[in-house]
């Protein structure tokens, strides 16, 4: 084979690799986005969840009905 031949070959296998290692990186990064903005999004449930806990057991220690349970407690 030609030296030439042989070099073309190599230079268009390495073209390849670059091709897919930037198209991997351009996957990876929107999905890096996506990810990201679904992890924001539940922080923000997480946090609102939290605040409603947070003011049931302040209610229930400022002795909102009496600490009981209305439809539990009529047993």
Same mark, same amino acid.
């Given at each position: $084979?030609e030296t030439s031949?042989v =070099?073309?070959?190599?230079?268009g296998?390495?073209a390849v =690799? =670059?091709a897919?290692?930037?198209k991997? #990186? #351009? ?8 990810? $990201?903005d679904?992890?924001?999004?539940v922080? *923000?449930e =997480?946090? #609102?969840v939290g605040d ?18 209305a439809d *539990?407690?009529q047993g």
């Amino acid at each position: $084979m030609e030296t030439s031949i042989v =070099v073309a070959l190599i230079t268009g296998g390495f073209a390849v =690799v =670059v091709a897919l290692i930037n198209k991997f #990186r #351009r996957d990876n990064h929107a999905d890096h986005a996506t990810v $990201m903005d679904t992890l924001i999004e539940v922080h *923000r449930e =997480v946090s #609102r969840v939290g605040d409603k806990v947070d003011r049931h057991i302040e209610w229930h220690a400022q002795g909102g009905n009496g600490g009981r349970f209305a439809d *539990r407690d009529q047993g």
